[in-house]
């Protein structure tokens, strides 16, 4: 998986952006009260309805064993969407520590950190989670933490491009002889002041780490049965394709998709604004 | 030069060292690890296990034999095949190498195509052109690898669903590695030509009275050459990682689904095997591709 949005030569029209954000809200909206909006279970099942069509009682169709899709989606983006909410917060929270640290001290703390992401980034794609995952078990967990620290490289990497050009504005150096501390200096002031692109870094990559979770989960590596994780439904439902059922993968294939490229359009956006530059 | 090369070959060391050193990270002893975790190991068999890596030995010493024998290729012997492992990846490497030529092929040829297309166009082409990469960059591979074989598989049926061998066998899996491939060079390739054509020289060439389109083949596009080669190179190297989903997605047997199997079955000497394979040859193209580059763009000869 490579890095994802690069800049657009105009900025992101706003209609594309609203309805990206709408489609997001809707989504979350759906995946919060999903019992409410539903009156099917996303575990019953009922083979009377199995591989059902679109339909006004299965409004997405059914799956294999007459799972009602739409139900399945809306629980099924719970994980979907906490799971890479999590990963981040892992790789943030690393990766914040880290590109600070290397940004403040400079020196062989800056050359440590720089040659451990070399390593990580020796491994191309996903292997470095898969040699995780191939030691530790699968499962959500293992795979979330073991994204988040493959994440963390990239999120130390920006911040300490990030934080490299803050350290050189005066106010740093006004504290620094007002005699405040560095370390108090770096989460009063310098953490909080980056805070707005990091964010807005980090809107970019959600798109990507939930592209990498679903894939993990689509492995096998990840979410395991019976959880509606939309990687683990799109793997469940290929069997049906050869009888020519199609929406049981293609329903979370398209939940995947637009949840992503609404990420990138309002990540474009964000960015567009911020003066952030997408790598 | 030299001390690019001894660079990579730390990287390779500690890479593989990672790689080996994992199987100790893992929860308990490393023999039961080792064996893939079956039940009711006897202990002549733990014995064996014990003597195959070398398990008595003090740690820095099993991984020098370790790596002494994977450079020799003698890679261990998979736990659950019972096979050699080096044996399983030949078997499955062609097919593996097969799909990452054809789909390198593919996005060579169209991803550049799209990008010079997007640059010397401009306007609605270029519109069209980034958009439509910016999706394809959206959509993870195993969703685009399920929608392929739904509609071409099965409802037009021009390709066939399963199974591998012949090239038409590996048309869709092809696309499904290149789409993403392709979205990035296609970006690449708009970008540095758009970057050439406002140079210097490229205005002397056409106040000379050039053609248009001998500016761009001769001036813009042979300038924009040098990062298109290095994109191309290194997003082939990534390939190989690649193919772990679509060979999984497509049911085609080579070693990123040798990969898969082998982790959903605890056999780690198989993973290890087809993770340092892995890890080496994107290490060893993306050094390739770095000391091609002086041969194809002089500047950066002069540079280094």
Redesign the interface.
Known sequence: ??A???L??RPVRPLGYLLAAAFLALVVVGAVCAPLVTPFEPDAVDFGASLAPVSPEHLLGADQSGRDLLTRILYGARTSLVGPLLLLAIASALGVALGTLAAWHRGWVDAVVSRVT??MY??????FV???????G?GMTTAVIALGLAYAPTIAKYTRSVALAECGKPYIDAYRVQGMGGLAICVRHLVPNMGRSIVGYLVVLF?EGL?SL??LS????GAQPPSSDW?LM?KE??PA??Q?A?LP??VP?AA??LV??SF?VIGVRLADRMGVRGI | MVRKLTGVLATLLVTSFVIFGASYAAPGDPVTFLAGGKENLTPEYLAAVRAQYHLDDPFLVQFGRWLGDAVTGDLGRSTQYNDQVGDLLAARLPSTLGLVAYAAVLFVVFGIALGVLAAVRGGRTDAAVVAGTTFATSVPPFVVATVLISLFGVRLGWFPVMGGGSLWHLTLPAVTLALGALAIISRVTRQAMVEQRELDHVTVARASGLSERLIVVRHVFRGALGPIVTMCGLVTAGMLAGTVTVETAFGLSGIGSLLVNAINTHDFPVTQAVLLLMVTAYIVVTTLVELVQPLIDPRARRRT
């Open positions: 998986m490579t994802v949005a690069t657009s030569p070399d390593v020796a491994f191309p794609g996903l292997l898969v040699l995780i995952l191939a030691v530790f699968n798109g592209m679903a894939t689509f492995l096998g590596f990687g799109v439902g290929q394709i050869v020519g199609f993968v293609l294939g995947i998709a992503v490229v990138n």
